[in-house]
């Protein structure tokens, strides 16, 4: 949801190192059981709370992107009726531009929980992770090794080749902070009280309706494959010990958003919803995911899945908190996204690290991305 664009995959990359040199030290002692692919896990754990979780907002995410091409559809044609001029467009239509985009915008902001809190599952298992690519993580073309898989074929024939995940363009094309995919040659005083007010974006009707169609595609495609998506604690651990230990770069993007940085900030995203609403959405559905597992770890060190239970949910207090503080008008500076930042990801390091090496005592293989 900026540019550049990428989010999580230089993280899932570079968690393994770490998590492995973990899994070393926790199997030191125990050369029992050599099946570390499944170990106990097959019967060893309901998972069906885990699958219910993601059909469920992989639903609402298809219904979602659909309302937001359906309306992308109904700009593109009234944009095509004034000929692509822009400000004939709002001459003649301003207030039918205005609704759809304010609808528009309305359906984002339901999208973006919807998919926010399934990240955890969707990104932090490998068979799912291309989604959270093009979806919401990739960056642009100028970014070879974390680029989206897909381009933009654009009604006129033209092709934008790897534009950024599909939550960056829809946003920063709805709220005007990306001038790559805006109208060119016109003022976007969407409301018409004379000037251009922070959050008014005119999109180019071309860019704009092939990325709402392909966040269509993309939404449709993931519901799907959640139908057919039967997780395993194998899945579970792994989406774990992926996603939690990422706090320092979603706290990176708060610091640079405009949240904190105002109208210096280099986050052209993450600007209808503070990154803190991300963050805590993420570590709600690592939350449900672990709580899944923690029969399983519970068995073998009872104590030791209490104390990851107690953590993992201090953790999304913690960001909860946060969150609640900002949105009640705490303005917070640099120098403290810099500071909670770094004790979130000192939280999640331990809870990885737990989380990892019950995996290991339980013979549970960690997945690479």
């Not at 030290?25 to 993601?54: H, I, N, P, R, W």
């Not at 490998?126 to 073309?141: E, H, N, W």
């Not at 898989?149 to 363009?169: A, C, I, Y």
């Amino acid at each position: 949801m900026k540019q550049g664009p990428t989010r999580h995959r230089r993280r899932i990359a570079g968690v393994a190192a770490p998590l492995a040199a973990i899994a070393l030290l926790a199997g030191c002692g125990g050369d029992d059981d050599d099946d570390t692919t499944t170990g106990a896990s097959e019967g060893g754990a309901d998972l069906t709370a885990v699958k219910d979780y993601l059909t469920d907002h992989s639903a609402a995410l298809s219904e979602q992107t659909t309302q937001l091409r359906e309306l992308g559809e109904e700009y593109y044609e009234l944009a095509e009726q004034a000929d692509f001029h822009y400000r004939r467009l709002l001459s003649e239509n301003r207030e039918e531009v205005q609704r759809i985009l304010d609808e528009s915008k309305q359906a984002f902001t339901e999208a973006n929980p919807s998919y926010e809190e399934m990240e955890g599952i969707v990104a932090g298992v490998p068979r799912l992770a291309q989604y959270d690519v093009d979806i919401d993580a990739g960056a642009d073309a100028s970014d070879p090794e974390n680029a989206v898989s897909f381009s933009l074929e654009l009604p006129n024939g033209d092709t934008l080749r790897q534009p950024g995940n599909l939550f960056f363009v829809t946003e920063t094309s709805l709220y005007g902070t990306n001038p790559d995919f805006l109208a060119k040659g016109v003022k976007a005083d969407i409301d018409g009280n004379g000037r251009v007010d922070f959050g008014e974006g005119l999109p180019d009707a071309e860019i704009y309706v092939a990325a709402v169609r392909e966040f269509e595609r993309q939404a449709d495609s993931l519901d799907a494959d959640a139908q057919e998506f039967e997780p395993t604690p194998s899945d579970a651990f792994t989406a774990i010990t992926v996603m939690t230990p990422t706090m320092s770069e979603y706290f990176e993007a708060w610091k640079n958003s405009r949240f904190i940085a105002g109208s210096k900030a280099t986050e052209q995203g993450f600007v209808a919803a503070s990154r803190l609403q991300d963050i805590a959405d993420i570590l709600e559905g690592l939350v449900l995911t672990y709580d899944q597992v923690e029969p399983m770890i519970s068995a073998e060190n009872p104590q030791q899945a209490r104390q990851t239970k107690t953590e993992l949910r201090g953790l999304l207090a913690y960001v909860e908190d946060l969150r609640d503080r900002e949105e009640g008008g705490k303005k917070f500076t640099a120098e403290e996204a810099d500071t909670l930042g770094a004790e979130a990801q000192r939280q999640a390091e331990a809870i990885a690290g737990q989380v990892t090496q019950a995996a290991q005592q339980l013979g549970i293989e960690l997945q690479e991305a």
